[in-house]
């Protein structure tokens, strides 16, 4: 992360970083270029990214990079976004984690429209580009959903005994 953020800054654009608290001991994620805003949780920070980002893109990493872009897919596949995801697959770093979703797919755990939700490129310039044509299609069944926070409000059940 901090060498994609130095070169982001050093080529005058906008950063921002959004950092879990307990990384920012003993400077864990080292000197911030830009503007940092210091959550509570990786949940909040997660939150926050959806919130302020246009489109997530992924480059090569480990478990919490994966997590988190396994966790915007699921949130765009229950239409809580609609923003594009990208994997920057940088010789071939995500091949076998491509094929493993497109096995899924096979399998019917994943259905096809789904899976269009996961972009990959060689190339940033590529990735951009499918990024930015990106169009989401809601799977009909979960279109359905609501996910303001009065829908989050649990309902009064009628637990009434009726014989």
Known sequence: MGCVSTAVAQHERQVLGIIPSAFT??????????????????????????????AFIALPGGFCTLEELFQMISWAQLNIHNKPIGVLNINGFFNG???????????EFITPRARKILISATTADELVDKLQA??????????????????????????????
């Open 97 to 107: 984690l491509l094929s493993f979703v497109d096995h899924a797919v096979k399998q």
């Open 134 to 163: 990106f169009r989401f299609e809601s799977d009909p069944a979960l279109s359905k959903l609501k996910w303001s926070p009065s829908s989050s409000q649990k309902e009064k059940l009628d637990l009434t005994l009726r014989l």
């Open 25 to 54: 001991i003993n400077n864990l994620v080292g000197e911030t270029c830009g503007k940092e805003i210091k959550v509570a949780t990786m949940q909040e920070r997660l939150v926050m990214m959806m919130e302020l980002s246009d």
